[in-house]
Every structure is written in structure tokens, then in C-alpha cells.
């Protein structure tokens, strides 16, 4: 299985209705004591579905992304990439898969630095329980 392949799974099973959700639609997960986590669904392109992933915390009453990925999801194949990370903690903001001009364009090395951050952060996020918490939480959301 691939790094992409992985993190697509992940996103997946934490997230288990993303292929249903439409443009402009969004999750957040509370899952104390971690940061919430957060779901954007931002676009449908050629090459899949752009979602932003973030924590987010309030510092002096501005919103702070620890962090805040943009990602490319393709359901099939099924694989997720980043596109794009932000940190506002560090004042960090790195871009390696990008359109221009309708062209899908990459920075090869700093796409595999972030693949294996987002490789890495998807892990936690399982980890840490976010996957029980969402479910629990559409059970509490449906009722």
C-alpha cells in the first residue's frame, strides 16, 4: 500500500461520509483533551475533491491553525495528498500541489515532506480516538 493509499483509508475512517458530503459542507469533532478537529469540503475538481483538514485554537482572539492541510482526495483511484500546510503558530505556510491556468502542478520533494507529515498526522488522529468520537458524536447528532 502506498503513503497516499494510507492516508486516504485514514481520512475515510475517520470521516466515513465524506464521499457524500457536497461542496461547502463541514465536520468538526470535539474529542477532549485534543484540539477539535475540523473537516472542510472546499471543491470538486478534474482530479477529485479538495478538503481542508485543521485543528484550530484561539490565540489573543485570532483563529490559530496547528496545523491546516488543504488535501486532495481521489475516490478512485483511492488515495489523498497534500496540498498545502499551514501553521500559524510558526508562521508557516508551504504550498506543493497547486493548479495554474487549469494545470495540476507539484513541487515533487516538498509534496513528499508533506505526504509524510499528513502520513503521520492521520495516524495520530486515529490514535488519539477521533474515529470513535466522530461516530459517537453522529449518533448523538442523529437522535
Same mark, same amino acid.
Given at each position: ?9 485514514? *481520512? ?17 469533532? $470535539?474529542? $477532549? %483533551? ?54 500559524? @503558530?510558526?508562521?508557516? @505556510? $508551504?504550498?506543493?500541489? @497547486? @493548479?495554474? $491556468? ?5 513541487? %515533487? ?15 495520530? *488522529? ?18
Amino acid at each position: 500500500m502506498t503513503r497516499e493509499e494510507r492516508i486516504f483509508q485514514r *481520512i475515510m475512517a475517520v470521516f466515513t461520509d465524506l464521499q457524500q458530503m457536497e461542496v461547502g459542507d463541514h465536520r468538526k469533532i $470535539e474529542n $477532549e %483533551p485534543f484540539m477539535a478537529l475540523s473537516l472542510d469540503v472546499l471543491a470538486d475538481v478534474p482530479h477529485g475533491r479538495i478538503i481542508a483538514l485543521a485543528h484550530n485554537s484561539v490565540m489573543n482572539g485570532d483563529l490559530m491553525a496547528d496545523p491546516d492541510m488543504q488535501i486532495l482526495v481521489n475516490f478512485r483511484p483511492q488515495k489523498a495528498a497534500a496540498m498545502t500546510f499551514q501553521n500559524s @503558530y510558526l508562521g508557516v @505556510y $508551504e504550498e506543493c500541489l @497547486y @493548479y495554474d $491556468e487549469g494545470m495540476l502542478l507539484s513541487r %515533487p520533494a516538498l509534496q513528499r515532506d508533506l505526504n509524510a507529515f499528513l502520513d503521520e498526522w492521520t495516524k495520530n *488522529i486515529i490514535d488519539q480516538g477521533f474515529v470513535e468520537a466522530y461516530a459517537d458524536q453522529e449518533a448523538t447528532d442523529g437522535e
